[in-house]
């Protein structure tokens, strides 16, 4: 399949401007030196990772205010259905359900707060240690 002349023209004209980018010896090199930029790079990582294990106990902590009522729900349905003694069987676990769940969200947040203590008791003396 054949280019035009216009569509040739421009494939040229883009072929020159990256052979003149990636030959261009204007690029000026950074600054800093390359340790210096490893870590700056590490800690960003970190505290990218940080925020990531942040979002996934947020996300931990809205799954268990969910499923334990729907599990609690799910089992009395069951037994209703297996014992013939409707609406009871729902009622009385779907309360233990919802429970459940307030008591894992309750040790989820637990958890979160003592490892945001530990790490803010890190970055505390790390400062203290640099002059």
Not at 40 to 45: I, R, Y
Not at 52 to 63: F, T, W
Not at 75 to 79: R, S
Not at 87 to 94: A, S
């Given at each position: 399949m054949a280019l035009s002349e216009e569509n040739a023209k421009r494939l040229r004209t883009l072929k020159r401007l990256r052979d003149s980018h990636l030959?261009?010896?204007?690029?000026?090199p950074s600054e800093k030196p390359i340790s210096e930029r490893k870590k700056?790079?590490?800690?960003?990582?970190m505290q990218q990772q940080a925020g990531?294990?942040?979002?996934?106990?947020?996300?931990?902590?809205?799954?268990h205010m969910v499923s334990g009522p729907l599990v609690g729900f799910g089992?009395?349905?069951?037994?209703d259905w297996f014992f013939g003694c409707h609406?009871?069987?729902?009622?009385?676990?779907?309360i233990i359900g919802i429970g459940a769940g307030f008591l894992n969200v309750y040790r989820d947040t637990k958890i979160l707060l003592e490892r945001m203590a530990r790490r803010a008791a890190a970055e505390k003396n790390a400062k203290e240690l640099k002059p």
């Open positions: 030959t261009d010896s204007k690029q000026v700056a790079f590490k800690d960003f990582l990531m294990s942040a979002l996934a106990s947020a996300g931990v902590i809205g799954l089992i009395g349905y069951g037994l609406p009871w069987g729902k009622i009385i676990f779907l």
